[in-house]
């Protein structure tokens, strides 16, 4: 099941200078402090605002609420932080500098954005070869056990369950499909202005923000490091999907995945300090 949401008035509590600031935000310099929005807060709002089709209304009319309701936004900007990986913030004493990878930011494409996305008729395959491209990035991911129990089947064998609850909030921009059916075409959150790095003797090459720090600075922040989404949010603002998972004997898990994915033309990313010290700055490529 999914539901389109739109922001009306979003995240009243913040004032004019705020919301100028979050405009600003991709153009402050290193040592500027950045004001992140709650991202309970931006979903509070959001919730309030469910648009769904009145079955005593047409789909013409109801397209035309659902846009009415959505240019009350203009070109909403939020700040909000992602879901982050401390072990892919690497300190490299001999060059000075923290290599922030790009499995530092917790981009990743999963099935359950995509099935949002899809159900909301935003994207039209699930296909990582034939989608339009989507670089996403995630901002909350929780996984809580609810609870243990007994299953069994028509044969009375029995088996231990676990039943899960999964939360996935998500914040997403999608583009054209890229020109070749290629993976590398869909990775997600591919960023113009970092660098090429190798670490520990590995054969792979991964892509990273180059931060430089004197090495007494960075003992400071070490595991500390935050890193920022700044975008618009466009048009439907927000989706939502719910999926489940029956558990089965050689997979004894039940599973309730509840994904929300915001909408959004994402501008830039920002990694930040414990005081909320902008550390760098980071473009998004442009969209094919």
Not at 251 to 257: A, G
């Amino acid at each position: 099941m999914f539901r389109i949401v739109t922001l009306l008035s979003v995240i009243l509590a913040i004032g004019q200078a705020d919301a100028a600031t979050a405009k600003d935000a991709c153009a402050l310099a290193p040592g500027e402090k950045l004001n992140i929005d709650d991202l309970d807060v931006v979903l509070g709002r959001t919730a309030e605002n469910v648009i769904e089709k009145n079955t005593f209304e047409t789909t013409e009319e109801f397209e035309a609420r659902k846009a009415a309701a959505v240019d009350t936004i203009g070109s909403k900007t939020v700040v909000l932080a992602s879901d982050v990986d401390q072990k892919h913030a690497i300190y490299d004493a001999d060059k000075g500098a923290w290599f922030l990878t790009e499995f530092f930011p917790s981009n990743g494409r999963f099935i359950f954005i995509d099935d949002a996305l899809k159900s909301a008729g935003l994207i039209v395959s699930t296909d990582y070869y034939e989608t339009e491209r989507i670089k996403s990035d995630v901002l909350r991911s929780v996984d809580e056990l609810l609870e243990d129990y007994t299953g069994s089947n028509a044969m009375g064998a029995t088996i231990a369950i676990q039943k899960w609850h999964h939360e996935r909030i998500v914040i997403s921009e999608i583009s054209p499909k890229p020109p070749t059916k290629s993976k590398d075409g869909v990775e997600l959150f591919a960023y113009a202005d970092t660098v090429q790095v190798n670490f520990l003797g590995s054969d792979r090459t991964y892509s990273a923000l180059r931060i430089d720090m004197p090495r007494d600075q960075a003992l400071a922040i070490n595991g500390k490091i935050g890193f920022a989404i700044v975008a618009d949010l466009v048009d439907p603002v927000r989706v939502e999907s719910q999926t489940f998972i029956a558990p089965e004997f050689d997979n004894p898990y039940d599973r309730t995945i509840d994904t929300t994915v915001f909408v959004a033309n994402i501008r830039c990313g920002i990694a930040f300090g414990p005081d909320h010290s902008i550390l760098a700055t980071v473009q998004t490529r442009p969209p094919y």
